[in-house]
Structure formats: C-alpha cells, structure tokens
C-alpha cells in the first residue's frame, strides 16, 4: 500500500474509532442520567443497566484513547519506515545488517513498546466485549428464572382456586 493508501486508511480508522467512541459514551453518560432520575425501574434492573452503562463507557474511553494513539502513530511510521528502508537496502546488495546507533535502538524499542500498548488496548475492548456477553446472559438467566418461578406460581394459585370452585368451595 503506497503512502498515501496508508495516510487515508489510518485517518479512517482514527475518525470512526473517535466518532463510534464518542457516540457510545454520549449514548451511555444519558443512559446514566436517565438512571438516577428514573425511580419506576426496578433495582435489580437498574443496576444491571448502571454497571452495563459504566462498562460500555469504560469502552468507549478505551476507544477514544486507541484513536489518540493510532494518531501518534502516524508521527512514528516515518522514523520506523526509514529503519526498516536501511535493513530492506542491507539485504537488496546482500550486505551485512547495518548496525543500528543507539538512538535507534531506543526509538525501536519506544516503537515497539508504542504498538505492545495499541495491542493491550485492543485486547481491553475484547476482554470488556466478553465481559460484557456474560453479564447479559447472567442477567437474561435471572430473570428468566424469575418469570418462570411467577408462572409456577401463578398456575398453582389459580389450579387451586379452580379446584375449591369445582368442589363448590368459593
């Protein structure tokens, strides 16, 4: 991919990374809102609504600092290129590979950790999407046991009250 290519692709990917981001966390900072004014939710509900807020918000922190980063990366790519030009020269003429000063090697290193950072981040959206998966299933498992418990109970009730009926007991 020529320079350029690159140049469109990651502003792309910094613009719909910032805007999902910061749609996500107006989306959930309302929802957190409309949690502490609404009293006609109940709790268990609530709270299950809080944490997901607070979750998906962390989220989109993590989505808003990945854009910022992947920004900065632009600045590095150049000095990174430039490196990876002199090895890819070094082995076009078959000549021993040139010796990196050590300001090289710190800038390597720098880069290296830079891109370590970019990955944990990306792993920090994995681990909060799975997190994420469970707490709704929990929360769906809940409550579907509860609607099942209010059914049992709702046919015993009225399986008795048909009963004392049919035995004309009012």
Do not use: C
């Not at 962390?58 to 990366?73: D, E, H, I, K, T």
């Not at 800038?107 to 891109?115: A, E, H, K, N």
Request: glycine share 8%; no cysteine.
């Amino acid at each position: 991919m020529d320079s350029t290519g690159k140049i469109l692709f990651g502003i792309l990917i910094v613009v719909l990374t910032a805007a999902l981001g910061g749609y996500y966390a107006w989306r959930q900072w309302q929802t957190l809102s409309r949690l502490r004014i609404d009293r006609t939710t109940p709790d268990d509900e609530r709270r299950f609504l809080r944490n997901q807020a607070w979750r998906r918000l962390f989220g989109s922190v993590l989505m808003l600092v990945f854009a910022g980063l992947f920004v900065g990366w632009f600045y590095l790519d150049e000095s990174v290129s430039s490196i990876e030009r002199q090895g890819e020269e070094a082995r076009a003429n078959q000549a021993p590979q040139p010796v990196l000063n050590p300001t090289q090697q710190e800038f390597i290193r720098f880069s290296l950790g830079y891109v370590i950072v970019l990955l944990l981040l990306v792993l920090g959206f994995i681990a909060i999407a799975g997190y994420e998966f469970y707490a709704i299933r929990r929360y769906s498992v809940q409550h579907m046991r509860r609607i099942q418990d209010e059914r049992r109970e709702m046919i015993a009730t009225e399986t008795a009250r048909l009963r004392r009926e049919r035995n004309g007991h009012p």
